[in-house]
């Protein structure tokens, strides 16, 4: 079955029967906001966070379950954002590629950091997706040392 509805397909409910005709219905993606310090929780996996920089935040990830995935999107850049691991065990792994440089996790890094300093953009990204003990990374930014592990 597919996850959308062409335009014009009638959905049918048992007990009920036809319903209305869905308008260019699609399939979303949860979305949550955050400008201010938070810890994620499994609740939240699979969703993208969109990630206000305005004032310095950190942003904890929960301890690593398989399947756990995120994918976070900055929308202003005025101050340090940082994706920061639950335990010292977990692990990065991956690239975050800039323009003219990229980045790659190294054993001991313990966070992402969108740098203000680096003068990341709005539409910065990372996608994080989790074996149950690595948090495998990969995203993209404007400029090199925009975005970068710690």
Same mark, same amino acid.
């Given at each position: 079955?597919?996850?959308?509805?062409?335009?014009?397909?009638?959905?049918?409910?048992? #007990?009920?029967? &036809?319903?209305?005709?869905?308008?260019?219905?699609?399939?979303?993606?949860?979305?949550?906001?955050?400008?201010?310090?938070?810890?994620?929780?499994?609740?939240?996996?699979?969703?993208?966070?969109?990630?206000?920089?305005?004032?310095?935040?950190?942003?904890?990830?929960?301890?690593?379950?398989?399947?756990?995935?995120?994918?976070?999107?900055?929308?202003?850049?005025?101050?340090?954002?940082?994706?920061?691991?639950?335990?010292?065990?977990?692990?990065?792994? #991956?690239?975050?590629?800039?323009?003219? &440089?990229?980045?790659?996790?190294?054993? #001991?890094?313990?966070?992402?950091?969108?740098?203000?300093?680096?003068?990341?953009?709005?539409?910065?990204?990372?996608?994080?997706?989790?074996?149950?003990?690595?948090?495998?990374?990969?995203?993209?930014?404007?400029?090199?040392?925009?975005?970068?592990? #710690?």
């Amino acid at each position: 079955m597919s996850n959308y509805y062409h335009k014009g397909s009638k959905v049918t409910v048992p #007990g009920i029967g &036809a319903e209305p005709q869905l308008q260019n219905f699609r399939h979303s993606v949860a979305t949550r906001t955050l400008a201010a310090d938070t810890t994620l929780t499994a609740e939240d996996s699979g969703k993208t966070i969109f990630v206000s920089g305005a004032s310095a935040i950190d942003v904890t990830l929960p301890s690593p379950v398989a399947g756990m995935n995120f994918k976070f999107i900055i929308t202003n850049v005025t101050a340090d954002v940082d994706i920061v691991q639950a335990g010292s065990s977990d692990d990065f792994v #991956g690239t975050i590629m800039g323009v003219s &440089a990229n980045d790659s996790a190294v054993s #001991g890094d313990t966070k992402i950091i969108f740098d203000q300093s680096g003068g990341y953009s709005a539409g910065d990204w990372v996608s994080l997706s989790c074996d149950g003990t690595n948090w495998y990374v990969e995203g993209a930014c404007s400029s090199a040392a925009d975005v970068v592990f #710690g």
